[in-house]
């Protein structure tokens, strides 16, 4: 046994160097890569996937895992090798599903029509993209085919992002808070924030996320910060963690862009060093990762504690466009509610809105109650009932996004997700550390950060999502009541017709 | 027989992606890797080492090459397809001759010792790098059990940088050059340099190493110039080729790095597309491609008709430093030949003394008539012997170089047989394109980096280094005679007791 649990470990970490190689490949791509590169890069990632679906669902993991089946009885469940054994047959039985032919197929047609929709977005051309997407769709579907399930053919896709989720309850957490959403965003008042509509230097914005990053727990000498233009986190170890932002010239939005991605950053970086190399090295689910993305972001990143310490050095850092403004008008800004566009935009009232008209888009999509062609009138009727927008063009409504392009279908509810659960954690969080408001407004995140680190980050994928969400708040169910009082307070909090 | 071709180049393809993902792992590490990602690297860089070899060394991959015999046999000598065929059997027969382990264990010990060496050269450390160093002998020992030799156990070791050249052969180039050098060395007037000895601005430096490589003949889109603190170049396709340099606080040494850098860059650019993806994408040997490099960064980036085109915009550059240096005193300065500590800092007319110094310490380390613990003794004896200079501490002596901390045992010859190589091939070069110093005069480098893509890039390995060297110059062999008398004429040039 002790052999076999050898073995299976080096078969394991052999897969995870090719899977970190596949994102080295992938970060250089998005932050470093001359633009005639693509096509090769294309190729290596194309063989380097290829290698690890084979080696993944190879025969000798399946033996290796029936034969473990007494050791992984005979330990705790939460041990490393009981979990190391049971996540991985739970993985290696959803890959076996899929034929390689098929998953061959998924991953060209993604990446061919990554590269469609970058073109029909940049020319309001939603019927260019439209054979892309009907030809994902058309493999998704087969997709589908391959698993079983019971409440909708939504739940495998959903289930590649979100593990053991079922979209009847995605429905029902999404049914309750959508009239609320809505409500909140019709009541809030409407708020000054020109002076972040103004020019502020990026190099000043960038000296300054730094400033804040070096306080929020990473170890020095294991991580990065980096511009590009679709920010995003990836690692590859926990002391190998690659942040990116985006520093516009006008505003400040890049702060809470590089919180958030600090956030997922930290998730990273805080996953036990045992886990290293094994299939738990990772987040549970894409709703646990953004769930600490939006609590670096939102939850500390937008709160009057964190600003009662950083304002006036920020003030300080942009004195001509802030020296005027207080703390109060500041926060009122940063913490509005106001319907737009696009959802990378949007802010925390409005966001999950957004996600919901995604949802229930895709859902059609999949069971063939809405045709790929109707999507930007379908797209346009949610906007103004969700939001109350008129979409003016296809490039700011149904072709804004990158998702669909690449077949990513089922990952957009995982945003709300996260909404949601980062308040329920964020409960148990403020009885764990009573003062950390008093913590934060001295400027001292490290008791958070530990804390978050010790009793979520590190466990990885050790625990189903439902199983870790349980394991800190005491109940596996998402629910939705500690975002919606959130989410009440702030836009109750924001001064009237200011 | 075409299912066989075609089999044979998917299956190289796929090697070629797994070892280019190999470079940008590389890449990443030397230019924008966190220090604590070393250790996960180190592994995934073993990883993919090892899947490479064991696909290469495959049994199947020799079964094809045998039955495309007759049709190596059928085609041109110099054809892709026959080429193919014949490089990849010399390759495959060499790789078989290697344990995967022995090689994963050669990747992850060099991984290490790279960084352990960036360690001890920071802290002028040697006992603190010894372990490694004596790691990677003990495993370059073992390596050389692999093969048969005749002449040297040193001679398996330069095969892999310098294929089908001895160290016999080696051994009689150097000693042809080192008296003649030697003896230049010390005639050699001592020329005025101080203006290079003042602060330059690195940004300004960077801005003006762009203009020049913006004439040198790369494609846009195609490539990328980093800092670095060793500089280097790789390619991960014709048309992702990175540039390394280094940006000092002072004098203008980034200028010359940089056109070193783009020769490297503009063989691998010039490679025929043809060829990309298969063994045959890459130049024959490290000589050749130093040949290059040494191409651009010296016969034309020292050359007089060069800096008549582009002194006066350096000077506008750098007004305060070169506004009162005439063209020949710069040329005087950056031509001169002055005995030093640093290899990578020496001059033309020294530079080779430095190689043929670690030659002999090489052989020495592999025969055992060396021990690792001696290495800082018998290297200050040798600068002693060679250049006439006392070594102060081996942060300026054993520890300099990069090469051995990652088990590059046998590559610095291919410096000095660069060096030689190159004014063999200039010597052509300059038959061809008669009024080519009138072109540089005008700053104009397209033609001869035309030619040269043409008549030897775009060839890459498909000859062997001296079919190569036999196809521009008539003749197979290395004459070291037009270097010795470029160099016997530069020092004569030099203005005496300026």
Chains 1, 2 share one sequence.
């Not at 945003?415 to 550390?433: P, T």
Request: charged share 25%; proline share 6%; with cysteine.
């Amino acid at each position: 046994v002790d052999a076999d649990l050898r073995t299976l470990r080096e078969r394991l970490a052999e897969i995870s160097d090719l899977t970190r190689s596949m994102g080295v490949l992938g970060w250089d791509q998005r932050v470093t890569m001359p633009p005639l590169g693509t096509p090769a890069r294309a190729e290596a990632l194309a063989t380097l996937g290829r290698i690890a679906h084979e080696k993944f669902t190879d025969d000798e993991i399946g033996r290796l895992l029936e034969k473990l089946r007494p050791l992984e009885e005979s330990l705790e469940y939460d041990s490393d090798d009981a979990s190391l054994v049971r996540v991985t047959r739970r993985d290696w039985e959803k890959n076996r599903r899929v034929p390689a032919e098929l998953r061959a197929e998924m991953i060209r047609a993604g990446s061919q029509g990554h590269h469609i929709w970058a073109q029909a977005r940049a020319n309001n051309d939603f019927a260019a993209f439209l054979p892309a997407l009907e030809r994902n769709l058309e493999l998704k579907k087969r997709y589908v085919e391959c698993f079983e399930w019971e409440d909708s053919p939504y739940t495998p896709l959903l289930d590649d992002f979100e593990p053991g989720m079922l979209t009847t309850e995605v429905a029902e957490v999404f049914d309750t808070i959508k009239p609320v959403l809505s409500q909140l965003a019709k009541d809030a008042p409407k708020i000054d924030a020109s002076f972040l509509d103004v020019p502020y230097d990026p190099d000043a914005q960038r000296a300054f996320s730094e400033r804040i990053l070096a306080t929020v727990g990473f170890e020095d000498g294991s991580w990065r910060l980096d511009p590009t233009v679709h920010p995003f986190c990836i690692s590859f170890s926990t002391r190998d963690v690659r942040l990116t932002t985006r520093y516009k010239p006008t505003g400040l939005d890049s702060l809470w862009t590089t919180m958030h991605e600090a956030g997922h950053g930290l998730y990273a970086h805080g996953i036990a060093s045992s886990l290293e190399r094994t299939p738990l090295a990772n987040a549970p689910s894409l709703g646990l990762n953004e769930s600490q993305s939006r609590t670096w972001e939102n939850l500390v990143g937008r709160s009057g504690p964190f600003w009662t310490h950083w304002y006036e050095p920020l003030q300080t850092t942009f004195p001509d466009q802030l020296g005027d403004v207080s703390l109060e008008s500041f926060l009122a800004a940063v913490n509005r509610a106001e319907p737009g566009l696009i959802r990378t935009e949007a802010d925390e009232t409005t966001y999950s809105l957004h996600i919901i008209l995604r949802f229930d888009l895709e859902q059609r999509l999949i069971d063939g109650s809405l045709a790929a062609a109707d999507l930007p009138e379908a797209w346009s009727a949610a906007m103004k009932d969700l939001l109350g927008v008129d979409v003016p063009d296809d490039t700011n409504g149904v072709l804004q996004d990158t998702h669909w392009s690449s077949g990513g279908i089922g990952y957009f509810p995982t945003y709300a997700l996260g909404n949601v659960i980062s308040l329920q954690l964020w409960a148990v969080v403020r009885d764990a550390l009573p003062d950390l408001d008093a913590q934060m407004e001295a400027g001292e995140l490290e008791q958070l950060s530990s804390w978050l680190r010790e009793n979520l980050y590190s466990l990885g994928r050790k625990l189903t999502p439902k199983e870790t969400i349980g394991r800190l708040t005491g109940s596996p169910t998402i629910d939705p009541q500690p975002y919606l009082a959130y989410l009440r307070e702030k836009v109750s909090a924001l001064p009237a017709g200011a």
